[in-house]
Every structure is written in C-alpha cells, then in structure tokens.
C-alpha cells in the first residue's frame, strides 16, 4: 500500500450516511485498517479500504498466505469444508429442504458443495484464489476462478447460495447482492455466515480484507433493503434468507444500533 502497489480509496456507509466514529486503526495483525461504526444505522464499514482492482489482486496474491492457518494443508482445509457442508445440509434437511442446483461464492477449494454434488446436485463454485481453485477441481468439484460473473454465465438458477464469509468481504453490498438475488430461483435460500460482532472475540475480529462488520440486527437491515427477508438468523451469524417482494426502505435505520454496538 505504502509503494502504491495496492490503491485504497474512502467509503460511506451503505445507508449513504458519511458520520460515523473509528472502532480500531489496525487489524489483527497491525497492517494499517480502520473499521467505521456508522452513527446513523450501526453498520460498520472500513474506509479507506481496498479499490475493487487491488482487492481482486489482494485475494489472488496475498490474501490466503496471511489469513489461513501455516498448519492447515489443502486436505485439511476441504476435510473441514466437506464436515460443515454436511452440517448446512442436514440442518436444510430439517426443513425438507433438498436444493438441486447449489452454487457457492467465494468457495475456496468449493469443499462445502461436494455433499451436495454426491447426493446428486448440479454444483458450481467460484473463487479468487488460483491454488484453492486448482485443488478443488483436483478433487473433482466444478470450481471456477473469478467471482459471480462467472456464475451469470451459466444462465442457471440457484435453489440455494453459499456466501460463507463472503459478504463481508463486498464492497458494494447493493449491487453483488443484486446480482446474487437473480440468481436464485423464487422459493431459493441464500445462506449467510458473517463473523458475529458479539460472538467473536474482538482481538481476532478485524481483518484488513474485511469491508464490514455485523450483528444480526444490521445484517438484517442490509439484507432486507436488498431484497431479503429472514428464514433463520441468529447472533453467531448463520443465517438463511428467501426473497423479499419489497426492500426495505434505507431511510428505515436501525436507529439504536450506534449506541448498543459502541457501548458493546
């Protein structure tokens, strides 16, 4: 960032409002960061962050060598994708639910669709990463490099999508879940699993890849102006989402969440 390398770039809140306080200046592992809680909504939002180039860049070259464990290798990695894909289809089971096209954003090594892909779905996933990528194809899941552009081109549509630590990652939370939403199917679930403001342990939280921060109660208000209704959420986040015929308004805040998450 420092040689320009990397370009960053100033950023509002998604409620469009630029008052906010800074919750930390550096990440996790000291790299220069700050995190904005939105004194208008209780978003919060990194600025300056990463320009939509530098981060396709950043996920490509440098992201997975600072974030993922030394000790984990490409098999451990895809053991624990494979363990927790069997725990979302499983608990959809709970619901007689059983999707028969299932795509994944942001999936790694797409080791969360390989349950899927066994009992007979039609799976895709797409990731950044060209290592992920490459091993996931290894293990014979349909992985693509790139982002949802490349799910777009398929001309398929979804009963359920993955966004496992993904949506935090967005830079425009409107537009991607835009086009995520048009590719579900009408009845389709939209699974989302955030690092929870109150569930993690905040020395770990932040991370300079992060655009957001959450708790259920913003997430909820971001979700449902882009379209969104709850199926399930609770505080960790795991959460499940079905379409919305109306958003919600952005002027409908949550007006409390400024002074629950600062006290917090």
């Not at 904005?36 to 440098?62: I, K």
């Not at 967005?170 to 879940?177: G, V, Y």
């Not at 939280?205 to 997430?219: D, I, K, P, R, S």
């Amino acid at each position: 960032i420092a040689s320009g390398e990397y370009g960053v770039e100033t950023a509002r809140c998604f409620c469009g409002s630029a008052q906010s306080v800074p919750v930390t200046e550096k990440d996790r592992y000291g790299f220069d960061y700050q995190m904005c809680l939105c004194r208008d909504c209780g978003v919060m939002y990194a600025s300056p962050r990463l320009t939509a180039e530098s981060a396709a860049t950043f996920y490509r070259n440098e992201y997975r060598k600072i974030y993922d464990s030394p000790t984990s290798t490409p098999t451990h990695v895809f053991a624990d994708g494979e363990h927790a894909g069997l725990s979302l289809k499983q608990w959809l089971g709970e619901y007689e639910i059983a999707p028969r096209v299932v795509f994944d954003i942001g999936c790694n090594s797409g080791s969360w669709l390989k349950v899927f892909a066994d009992d007979g779905a039609t799976v895709y996933g797409v990731d950044h990463d060209k290592t992920s990528v490459a091993y996931g194809q290894q293990r014979g899941v349909p992985v693509m490099e790139g982002g949802v552009e490349q799910l777009e081109i398929l001309g398929l549509k979804a009963d359920l999508i993955i966004l496992n630590h993904t949506v935090e990652h967005f830079l425009d939370l409107a537009s991607e879940l835009a086009r995520i939403r048009s590719l579900l199917t009408p009845d389709g679930l939209l699974y989302v699993g955030v690092p929870g403001l109150y569930t993690w342990d905040l020395s770990v939280l932040f991370q300079n890849a992060h655009t957001h921060q959450f708790t259920a109660e913003t997430l909820a208000y971001v979700m449902e102006c882009c379209g969104f209704e709850e199926f399930y959420l609770n505080e960790q986040i795991q959460s499940l989402w079905r379409l919305r015929p109306e958003p919600r308004s952005r002027e409908d805040r949550p007006k409390d969440q400024f002074d629950v998450i600062w006290h917090y």
